[in-house]
């Protein structure tokens, strides 16, 4: 994959050229095909903005014959995916959606103890913004399990343990979904410093997934 710059920071905006030498299994771009994207960090989601297909052997316009010919191959339908993994590599890009979330120490949940009411709503708020900022094909308890160094299964029992009069749950437990209650919201504000405390307020991927795309 070759980015316009080595770095993708909130906000910015990243050109990206992919081509046969990407395949990997999550992608497949035919030979002598060239895709260009254009992708930008909101609130910490990778948005893609924009997909152009070009022929190699032509940059000026993709023909008919070899549209035909190649359209067929192509498969992009994990290209979110695709870009999650090679911008999320440590030795390269380093990007992580959970850089963009509100300071919070959860150690309170690797250590196993009694978790207080703005450790459940900060908690409920990663749920959820692992729901708006993953890939769909990325398990949001996998992640968070990763991400807090706990088990997978702990993830899962933390979720339907969260106070009700925190948060809410939408669907099924593996199912993405749920929105924090007015309380919890409140008690996140007056826990935060006055920075965090805005971009909370401004981030639109910290309050609720409704199971659509908020982008």
């Known amino acids: 994959m070759k980015a316009s710059e080595n770095t993708f920071e909130l906000n910015a905006v990243l050109a990206v050229t992919l081509d046969s030498s990407d395949n990997d299994g999550l992608i497949f771009v035919p030979k002598n095909s060239e895709i260009n994207v254009i992708i930008e960090n909101y609130f910490g989601k990778i948005i893609i903005n924009e997909i152009n297909i070009k022929n190699l052997e032509d940059e000026m316009a993709l023909s008919k014959d070899k549209l035909e010919t190649s359209l067929p191959l192509l498969d992009l339908k994990l290209l979110d995916r695709y870009l999650f993994k090679q911008l999320n590599d440590k030795t390269s890009f380093n990007y992580s959606p959970y850089n963009y979330f509100p300071n919070y120490d959860f150690s309170v949940f690797e250590k196993g103890r009694r978790a207080s009411d703005i450790d459940w709503a900060m908690f409920s708020s990663l749920y959820i913004f692992s729901c708006n900022v993953l890939p769909e094909s990325i398990k949001v308890e996998l992640s968070l399990a990763k991400e807090l160094r706990v088990s997978e299964e ?40 006055e920075e965090d405390k805005s971009n909370f307020d401004e981030n639109p991927y910290l309050k609720f997934h409704s199971g659509s795309d908020l982008a």
């Open 154 to 193: 702990n993830i899962k029992k933390f979720i339907k343990k969260i106070p009700e009069k925190i948060f809410r749950k939408t669907g099924h437990l593996e199912s993405r979904g749920g929105n924090l209650t007015f309380d919890a919201e409140e008690l996140i504000k007056n826990n935060l410093n």
